[in-house]
């Protein structure tokens, strides 16, 4: 007959040491649980603002693929190497040719192929030329060309400069055929 707490006078303070070891493991547990939580929620909020600017990106995106693509102007966008990146329709409808050969031209190779486009009467200076006219001060360096192919055309070309990392500069056309044939008509009468 030896009593229960006799008996356990050696476990007691074993039992004691593995109750406080579980309830620090299953407050561990919890803080881990409720922190695994909150990182989850976290980065559900993260792909849920991402999503969003991504949508808000590609309805730009879709926005201005519109604009360039009914726009009458021609464009071309540089990379920051100033080789070509981007050629709206406009422009290939203007020289009858495909935006797809211009890809990754570079500038000279682009200004030497304007100017043997042009008609003898209004070459094309290049676009060294028309930099230099931007750094003499103009916002905008514009000139007016005549292009013998596909058909007979007067162009106005103007260059503008982008500082940004993805676009260094833009090339513009616009069609002014039938205002060059109007003062013609003007001067002649």
């Known amino acids: 007959g030896v009593a229960t707490q006799d008996l356990l006078v050696e476990h007691l303070p074993a039992r ?14 919890l803080a881990l649980a409720i922190a695994l939580t909150r990182y989850v929620i976290n980065i559900r909020r993260i792909l849920q603002d991402r999503q969003v600017a991504q949508q808000e990106v590609q309805e730009r995106t879709d926005q201005l693929d519109a604009i360039f693509a009914l ?14 990146k981007f050629v709206n329709p406009a422009f290939c409808q203007m020289t009858g040719t495909e935006g797809t050969q211009f890809e990754g031209l570079a500038e000279q190779e682009l200004s030497a192929w304007l100017a043997d486009r042009c008609t003898p009467g209004s070459p094309f200076p290049g676009l060294d030329e028309l930099r230099v006219r931007l750094a003499a001060g103009t916002p905008e ?19 503008r400069i982008q500082d940004n990392s993805s676009v260094s500069q833009i ?3 616009r069609d002014i055929t039938v205002e060059a044939e109007v003062d013609a008509m003007k001067s002649e009468f």
């Open 16 to 29: 004691k040491v593995l109750m406080q070891q579980g309830a620090m493991l299953i407050a561990l547990t």
């Open 71 to 84: 726009s009458p102007d021609g464009f071309m966008s540089f990379d920051r190497a100033r080789r070509v």
């Open 141 to 159: 360096a514009r000139t007016v060309i005549e292009i013998s192919s596909p058909i007979k055309r007067t162009l106005q070309v103007g260059l």
């Open 171 to 173: 090339l513009y056309f």
